[in-house]
């Protein structure tokens, strides 16, 4: 047998060596968080700031004015902006990023002296929406979070206002994550169509919009907030059904059931032309997105139920203490 022979490595293949391996060991720490963070569904950075963002807020709303709306009876707004900057959790399990730079946020708070005169305003207003709207620069990433919060008699439903600022943190937290803007035109065009009047163009939007996977995630942190902020135990459909998951899900199967049922509707095949052939997404394909979206959704919610059930029992939560809104 002859002698084994051992080469010398210059300094510079070391280096070239080393640097490979890190590049290596980084590849493979990244495919695991990520599939940590697919498996977790609810990230616990995401969490810990959406009970920070909202003290924050409730904070600065204390020293803004309260302002009479004009021309409707019994209805106040007091709204305000600042820059928050997320921060990583103490309790987090594993390697993530939080956005460099501070993110605007801008809230309203409406105050209604009773349920009717909310209807009224709702009805003839139609300038403002309840919940979260994330507007993207010219460049794909986030850069604002609108909120728009409700009262009644100074009486509010916290659950909602969390469910609305975990949903918008979680898109900020995964577009830093991804390490690259987000674009979707399917999801942009989904975003314009759901607010038609028109059912059939109504439809294909929401389907459109409910696929995309990322709003998947921030509904679903959204769900969580919800329900940590109601301190409920074991989640039941009653629980959940106001909840902005909830709302969507319902939706998106009313919206599948249309396209369902009318798959001979002249007016519905040109809509779909209308607005997808550019996407060769055709009736059958619209079909198919729609069925696949709705076990992605179902199955998230049982993951963050699930999820939540856990923490809910270990008692892991910072909601408990959480203040209420009395500065309204």
Known sequence: MGDLEIYEMSDACLEDYCYSLDKLDETICHGINNLIYEEKGVNETVRYNCFILFNQILEHAKNTERVKIENFYGVFKRKGSFRFKMDISPNEIIDIKVPKEKILISYTFYNFKDKQCKDIFDKNDHNHTYGCECNCNGMGYLNIIVLNFY??????????????????????????????????????????????????VKSIGYILYASDKTEIRAYANGLYAYLSSKNIIMPKYTNLRHSDFFKILKELNNSLAFIKGNKNNKELLEKINLYLEKYHIKYDKLIEIGENTIKKWNKEAMRTINKYTKDAQIKFDYWTDAPLPRFI
């Open 151 to 200: 009262m009644i008699s100074g009486h509010a439903d916290i659950s909602k206002w969390a469910d609305s600022i975990q949903h918008g943190l979680s898109h900020d937290f995964e577009i830093t994550n991804r390490g690259k803007p987000y674009i979707n035109d399917l999801n942009k065009i989904g975003l314009n169509l759901m607010s038609s009047n028109d059912i059939c």
